[in-house]
């Protein structure tokens, strides 16, 4: 069928809105209409690492629209947030753990199905799709079975595109990885989106300190008002040592997601004794880490390497709408609507931080 897309032809252009054509769905593939698509840092960073051309998005939520023949999970008319794919049969599938997928790689960047086919063209020229099983910067996306979320009806469909992403990854890494207790203290740096959703979930566990750390007032404001109990500027004096100073000590868990490189260090110094540091961003690529592991090794601290928020998606989605139902998880805080035509601004927007998560509504 006809649809049309954003397509990313040059690492940092502007993406352009073009028609192609998607497959019919297969067996086992769910066939959707993309309602909204929040705009993640990935579909960005990610553009130099993906062939091109290439329909990035991977924030979808929609209305199921076709299935495949297999398909048993949602059917037509079903209202579906889209998250990252997992091939269901590696080690950590079955144990529970699609977020290590051991084809996480391929499923999510490789831009094709898992066989290696393309799921769009145009005219007689493949372009890239199946950018996390979804490539949801369109009109209609093409998701697997595994990969589609079923929701209800009495919440706004539109809002619900970044949980499949940043804010199960921010909730879940506070919830699922870390499995920060009532009472405890965390600190968090970077309080964009991810962050934001790691402060609610942190309020939600019981944490009693919440720390949030950045260079933005305005994001800092924001961490206050969803939760945090202090804010604290990055750049305002030695971010460790007032740390320190406000738990007494060293925080219980630290969650990294700055991407800042200056701020890994700072993570991992602010905790306390068996404090446990969460990285839901890494240095680039082939760069060192900065900080040395004797004061890791010898106070027991520990680093744990985050993905999607270690979530279940069938499992973890409908908690966290069940919780914004509450107004216990007020992501819609964080949203920020554009139309599709301006994607560009909305990209830029993320970019340079004028927007904590923009979402596109198709
Ligand atoms: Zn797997
Ligand atoms: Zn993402």
């Known amino acids: 069928m006809k649809i049309s897309a954003a397509v990313c032809r040059d690492t940092g252009q502007p993406l352009t809105i073009e028609v192609l054509d998607l497959d019919d769905p297969r067996p086992n593939e769910v066939l959707v209409r ?12 990610i553009q130099r690492l993906v062939p091109k051309p290439i329909v990035l998005g991977h924030e979808g939520s929609g209305i199921v629209e076709r299935v495949g023949s297999a398909v048993t999970k949602v059917k037509v008319g079903d209202r579906v947030v889209l998250t990252f794919g997992s091939c269901g049969v590696c080690a950590s599938c079955v144990e529970g753990e699609p977020a290590y997928c051991h084809d996480m790689r391929r499923l999510q ?35 697997t079975e595994r990969n589609v979320v079923p929701v209800g009806s009495d919440v706004p469909l539109e809002l619900l595109g970044p949980l499949g992403c940043g804010v199960q990854t921010g909730a879940g890494a506070v919830i699922n990885a870390l499995a920060v207790r009532t009472g405890a203290s965390l600190a968090v740096f970077g309080v964009g989106s991810v962050g934001l959703s790691a402060v609610m979930a942190a309020r939600i566990v019981g944490a009693t300190t919440i720390i949030a750390v950045d260079v933005n007032p305005v994001r800092l404001e924001t961490a206050r008002s969803l939760g945090a109990t202090h804010a604290i500027d990055a750049r305002s004096g030695d971010v460790t040592a007032r740390i320190q100073e406000i738990t007494a000590g060293g925080a219980n868990f630290s969650l990294e997601a700055s991407g800042v490189e200056t701020s890994f260090n700072a993570a991992v110094e602010c905790l306390a004794i068996r404090g446990t540091c969460g990285f839901v961003t890494a240095p680039r690529q082939g760069q060192a880490f900065p900080f040395s592991l004797a004061p890791i090794l010898l106070r027991g601290r520990r680093l744990m390497g985050i993905l999607e928020g270690s979530s279940v998606p069938d499992r973890f989605i409908p908690r966290l709408i069940e919780l914004y ?11 920020t609507y554009y139309p599709f035509a301006d994607i560009n601004r909305a990209m830029d927007d993320s970019h340079y931080g004028r927007a904590i998560k923009p979402i596109l509504r198709m």
């Open 109 to 143: 960047f490789s831009g094709a199905r898992a066989d290696g086919s393309p799921t769009m063209r145009q005219g007689a020229s493949p372009v890239h799709g199946a950018f996390f099983q979804q490539s949801a910067f369109a009109t209609y996306a093409l998701a």
């Open 325 to 335: 139902r509450q107004g216990r998880f007020p992501m819609d805080r964080l949203a």
């Open 34 to 45: 993309v309602v909204a698509c929040g705009v993640c840092h990935t579909d960005i960073g």
